[in-house]
């Protein structure tokens, strides 16, 4: 297999252990202004990609001619355990991209790209200084306009204003025009991609005035022309909304006439206290993530009233933030309920700390038709009895290490699934958590307690076999690692189940049923 060089050119890399990501670094620099960038080295660029495809092209690059430091992190990131995430390539240079590089750029996912216009329109220049700018026009709608005015004189007004015409203030591309502001650009949030995917969507144009918050800028200056549905403003800042504002810049060319955004515009001396303290105010309101916008949803209030159905209101299913808990014993938020899902019935324990994908692109995995309040309730009994029996694991940094518990639980989802009843009980809980409760924890526990030291024999050899080394927080986010330690105690407990068929989970169970029958 024909892979580039890794060492032509400047490499370098990180791993986002979060979101399962393997971001690779190249730059190119020219001292000579105004030089082109063609595609071969783009071609390369993206050819080194191979390194990181599989187990085989890491240790290929382990054992080349590739700079100490470079293999170093290879070894360090445990890049080898990571073959199964995604790799985005970014590639910087200070020259200018030609058609051939353009193009080719086009024809390649995952890639990111910025050459002298991109810094010069979107990075250069960083301003912390305060910058007073000469007065600008901006038109308004015709639309109606809400004034609001204090008796010491402030004045604020808030309008509808195309963003285009926003995008006319000085100062967004230096960043001065956000010098009041909290924070400048925060790179590719949820939120910023959500604005620019509407900006390139020019049928959601006339809808954007809906979906966004709006612009705050104070300013010591405003002026009006309704007669020509224009403003003036003179010495403005944006205290709130910068990631929109940059957003909107660096997506110019999309922008219509159609896109109108919600401006409110205060005018004061810039140096008042009250500057500062509309800022806080401005950028400190409660933030809504996506597990907040699924609050509403008709899943989640199924969910809540099964809940309610099942336990008497015993039992709360937290689907909004606030909701009170008083009156009842127990408690399960819905992040928890996605976390539990996740590990016990889609065997993903190493995806429960990617919390995005939890409530967005893996809900309707999660949530399906096929989980009620039952299996939900079920799987949390599982979490407990690890947790509460954690003790049991020879490995303290683990015993209350999320994703562990997580993993934990998993695993005795899976030897459930290795018996009939077990199988059964997991497909149907509702008898197992209700009248036969105590039985059903009992045999939970007997299993766990069955099978840690199986499992502290595993992570003590892996650990063995690793120089000592157990990297906890990063091997129960690794694929491989989770199928393979699934798999050897599953094996394990397959042998012990053979040497002792009273140890099997229907055999277990059965026993307490009948022990509680007698008694």
């Avoid at 890491?58 to 790799?87: E, F, H, M, P, W």
């Avoid at 400048?184 to 390139?200: A, D």
């Avoid at 219509?256 to 950028?283: C, D, H, M």
């Amino acid at each position: 297999m024909n892979i580039p060089d890794i060492n032509s050119g400047n490499y370098h890399f990180t791993v986002n252990e979060e979101d399962e990501i393997i971001y690779i670094f190249q730059s190119k620099y020219s001292p000579t202004d105004n030089q082109s960038q063609g595609d071969n080295d783009l071609r390369n660029f993206i050819g080194a990609r191979q390194w990181f495809s599989d187990e085989a092209s890491v240790d290929r690059l382990l054992n080349s001619t590739a700079c100490q430091d470079l293999k170093s992190l290879v070894r360090g990131k445990n890049i080898k355990d990571k073959i199964n995430y995604q790799v985005i390539s970014i590639f910087v240079t200070n020259k200018n991209f030609n058609t051939h590089a353009k193009e080719y750029i086009e024809t390649v996912e995952h890639f990111e790209t910025f050459d002298c216009r991109d810094l010069f329109d979107k990075y250069t220049y960083f301003a912390d200084d305060e910058n007073t700018f000469p007065a600008k026009e901006i038109f308004i709608t015709n639309h109606s306009k809400i004034d609001y005015n204090l008796p010491d004189g402030t004045i604020s007004k808030v309008y509808s204003i195309k963003a285009n015409e926003l995008i006319k203030l000085d100062g967004i591309q230096d960043r001065t025009l956000f010098y009041k502001n909290v924070r400048y650009g925060v790179g590719k949030t949820r939120v910023n991609k959500s604005i620019k995917n509407t900006i390139e969507d020019a049928n959601e144009h006339n809808n954007f005035f809906l979906y966004h918050n709006g612009i705050t800028i104070v300013c010591q200056s405003l002026n009006e022309d309704l007669s020509n549905n224009k403003i003036s403003l003179s010495g403005y800042a944006v205290i709130n909304g910068c990631q929109s504002m940059l957003t909107f810049y660096e997506n110019r060319n999309k922008l219509s006439n159609n896109l109108f955004v919600l401006v409110k515009i205060i005018e004061l001396n810039l140096t008042s206290s009250r500057v500062k303290k509309i800022t806080y105010f401005a950028n400190n309101q409660n933030s809504i993530g996506l597990k907040d916008l699924r609050s509403n949803d008709s899943v989640q209030r199924s969910l809540q009233r099964e809940f309610e159905e099942l336990f008497s209101n015993q039992v709360l299913y937290r689907r909004k933030k606030g909701e009170s808990d008083e009156g009842y014993d127990e408690c399960i938020e819905k992040d928890f309920a996605a976390q539990l899902i996740k590990s016990v019935y889609l065997s993903k324990p190493h995806h429960t700390h990617l919390k995005q994908k939890l409530f967005g692109e893996d809900y309707p995995i999660i949530f399906s038709r096929n989980i009620n309040a039952e299996k939900i309730y079920f799987a949390s009994l599982l979490y407990s009895i690890v947790k509460d029996n954690s003790s049991l694991l020879d490995n303290e940094k683990i015993r209350n290490y999320g994703l562990s518990l997580f993993f934990f639980s998993h695993i005795l989802a899976c030897i459930m699934r290795e018996d009939d009843l077990g199988t059964a009980i997991l497909k149907n809980p509702h008898d197992y958590i209700t009248t036969n409760k105590e039985d059903t924890i009992n045999t939970l526990q007997k299993m766990w307690e069955l099978i840690t030291p199986d499992i502290n024999l595993e992570i003590e050899e892996y650990t063995t076999q690793n120089n000592d080394f157990f990297d906890y927080k990063n091997l129960f986010k690794n694929n491989s690692f989770i199928q393979t330690m699934t798999n050897k105690i599953k094996s394990d407990y397959t042998r012990l189940i053979r040497r002792s068929s009273e140890d099997s989970f229907s055999e277990i169970y059965n026993s307490q049923t009948n022990s509680n029958q007698g008694n």
